[in-house]
Structures are given as C-alpha cells and as structure tokens.
C-alpha cells in the first residue's frame, strides 16, 4: 500500500475513532482489512479488550469463493459467535475503509445474522 494511501485511511480511522467507542453494552465491531485477508473483532474498549475475533487467516476457517462472498459468510460466522456471547447491539467500525465491496459485504451479512448497528 501506498504511503499517500495509508496516510489517508489513517487520517480517517482516527477522525472516526474520535466519535466511536465500544462500551461493554454496545462494543465496537471493527474490520481490518488486508491484501489476502480479513479480520473482525468486537471489542470492549472501557476494557481494552477483544470480546469475540473472526477472520479467513485461521486454518480451522474453511471459506470458499470470491472475496466478497468470502466476506459475507465471515458476516454471519461473527454475528453467530457474537450472539452466543450475548451480544446483540455493536457499532460499527469501518476502519477507515470505504463502505463498499468486502466491508459492506460484511456489515449486511452481519445485519442479516442478528446485529444491530
């Protein structure tokens, strides 16, 4: 990646970590992204911790198909680990990344799977 184009969702991230923070009532579900992965986790930011972590890089992970697909069933796989922990509610956080394609493919099939953001 780029220097500019970091600098960029680095300057984003931040803006944005400005206004969201994760309580232990509505933690904050947030994507990383990279060139062959992804990486979800809902994290309790007054404990600084990660509550529940999904993403295509463990070897038990079994996913198949395009990157978006791939995307959309790691959605539900976070949504169905959070629900078992007994949370419901989350806000989002985009990381910087543009709402469109793997990230918007993840926060539906999240929706779908029973968050609420």
């Given at each position: 990646m780029?220097?500019?184009?970091?600098?960029?969702r680095?300057?984003?991230?931040?803006?944005?970590?400005?206004?969201?923070?994760g309580?232990?009532e509505?933690?904050?579900?947030?994507?990383?992204?990279?060139l062959?992965?992804?990486?979800?986790?809902?994290?309790?930011?007054?404990l600084?911790k990660?509550?529940?972590?999904?993403?295509?890089?463990?070897?038990?992970?079994?996913?198949?198909?395009?990157?978006?697909?791939?995307?959309?069933?790691?959605?539900?796989?976070?949504?169905?680990?959070?629900?078992?922990s007994?949370?419901?509610?989350?806000?989002?956080?985009?990381?910087?990344?543009?709402?469109?394609?793997?990230?918007?493919?993840?926060?539906?099939?999240?929706r779908?799977?029973?968050?609420e953001?």
């Open positions: 780029s220097h500019m184009k970091l600098q960029g680095t300057r984003r991230k931040l803006r944005v970590r400005k206004k969201i923070y309580t232990s509505r933690p904050r579900m947030t994507i990383f992204r990279s062959k992965h992804l990486y979800i986790q809902i994290v309790d930011d007054t600084g990660t509550l529940v972590s999904v993403s295509t890089s463990k070897k038990s992970e079994t996913l198949k198909g395009s990157n978006v697909e791939t995307a959309k069933q790691l959605g539900k796989k976070i949504a169905e680990k959070a629900i078992s007994n949370i419901k509610n989350v806000i989002f956080d985009r990381n910087g990344y543009i709402y469109h394609g793997r990230v918007k493919a993840i926060a539906e099939a999240a779908e799977g029973g968050l953001f």
